[in-house]
């Protein structure tokens, strides 16, 4: 029961390159999610997934689109990155959205130059 | 929306002392507070939650207490050991929304 899988865990990307984080769990969860956590900042919401085929902003989606592939995968893509896109991203999914606590992957550390 | 505050933001302890994080948060309808631990480098896992249904839960050395009319929650961590140490997150939530979160609480213990 491997739970919540992000990958890659370390990128680096020159600004204005695009890339996709990938994310994929195995415990039947119908909601999902992607935070950014910044130094000082805390855990910021770009988009979530309440439920296979709905998608939903957060605090920071500008710069970001995102993919409810199926029940399992939710991916985040940047499509031209930016050096203030320098971050650690988590997925994380929960059983459903509110009323349940989320399990969180390992993380991405992302640094655009 | 929600707003979540969360305090203090550093907070240093001798070990085997408590130590307590509060919290405040804005939606009276919100009625799920899970509370999360963040190690260095690692990811945040849920330690504790609790419903706006109970007043009080406990695992072990730690407790949470919600007063739902004062709209607050709290995280207490008795007799502490050097690894408590780490970043600890509130939230609150409500059915079929989001969580928020607060800003996060550094704790230390100092052997």
């Known amino acids: 029961n491997a739970g919540v899988t992000q990958t890659p865990k370390f990128q680096v990307l020159k600004t204005g390159q695009s890339m996709t984080l990938q994310c994929a769990q195995d415990m039947n969860h119908n909601s999902m999610y992607w935070y950014r956590q910044d130094p000082g900042m805390g855990l910021r919401l770009i988009y979530y997934s309440a439920s296979e085929g709905t998608t939903d902003k957060g605090e920071v989606p500008n710069g970001y689109n995102v993919s409810r592939l199926n029940k399992r995968e939710f991916s985040l893509r940047l499509e031209s990155a930016a050096p203030s896109q320098t971050s650690v991203y988590f997925c994380a999914s929960s059983e459903y959205a509110g009323n349940y606590g989320y399990t969180f992957g390992s993380g991405t550390r992302l640094t655009v130059v | 929306g929600e707003n979540v505050e969360q305090h203090p933001s550093t907070l240093s302890v001798q070990e085997g002392d408590s130590a307590v994080i509060k919290c405040t948060y804005s939606?009276?309808?919100?009625?799920?507070f899970p509370w999360y631990k963040q190690e260095l480098g690692k990811r945040p896992q849920l330690i504790i939650d609790?419903?706006?249904?109970?007043g009080e839960k406990k695992d072990q050395r730690i407790a949470v207490t919600l007063n739902k009319t004062a709209k607050h929650f709290s995280l207490h961590i008795t007799e502490t050991q050097p690894e408590d140490s780490a970043v600890y997150f509130c939230a609150a939530s409500r059915a079929g929304n989001q969580f928020y979160f607060g800003t996060g609480t550094s704790l230390t213990v100092i052997p």
């Open positions: 939606d009276s309808a919100s009625n799920y």
């Open positions: 609790i419903r706006s249904n109970v």
